[in-house]
């Protein structure tokens, strides 16, 4: 399985971005898709997971209400949008392909993409 994620960029403080990512290699319809993040010198950090059948999604404390994972109708693809975005949230985001366990840790994913960069300026 492969991801590519795309959708980063720079926006200033107050902006929206929608993120992108879409697994190739096969289906990924009876899986979990979700998105982490890493700011620099920061831990790896859990933002958002969508379950298999889109019955259910998890936040992180930090995004909640502000951003909105949701799927494509081929469930390959995964998206995150992120609106109200603060400075904080600048970091190389990242989605992964959820198999089992909590969905807050990233020994649950078996497969990530290559990360995108956001940049919120103050």
């Known amino acids: 399985v492969q991801l590519q994620a795309f959708g980063g960029g720079f926006v200033q403080a107050g902006g929206s971005l929608r993120l992108s990512c879409a697994a190739s290699?096969?289906?990924?319809?009876?899986?979990?898709l979700g998105w982490f993040r890493q700011a620099p010198g920061k831990e790896r950090e859990f933002v958002a997971t969508?379950?298999?059948?889109?019955?259910?999604?998890w936040y992180g404390d930090s995004v909640k209400g502000r951003f909105t994972i949701s799927r494509g109708n081929a469930k390959n693809t995964v998206y995150l949008q992120m609106n109200s975005l603060k400075p904080e949230d600048t970091a190389v985001y990242y989605c992964?392909?959820?198999?089992?366990?909590?969905?807050?840790?990233?020994?649950?994913?078996?497969?990530w993409g290559q990360g995108t960069l956001v940049t919120v300026s103050s």
């Open positions: 969508i379950s298999w059948n889109d019955a259910t999604t």
């Open positions: 290699g096969r289906s990924l319809s009876s899986h979990g």
């Open positions: 992964a392909v959820y198999d089992s366990g909590s969905v807050h840790y990233q020994r649950s994913y078996s497969y």
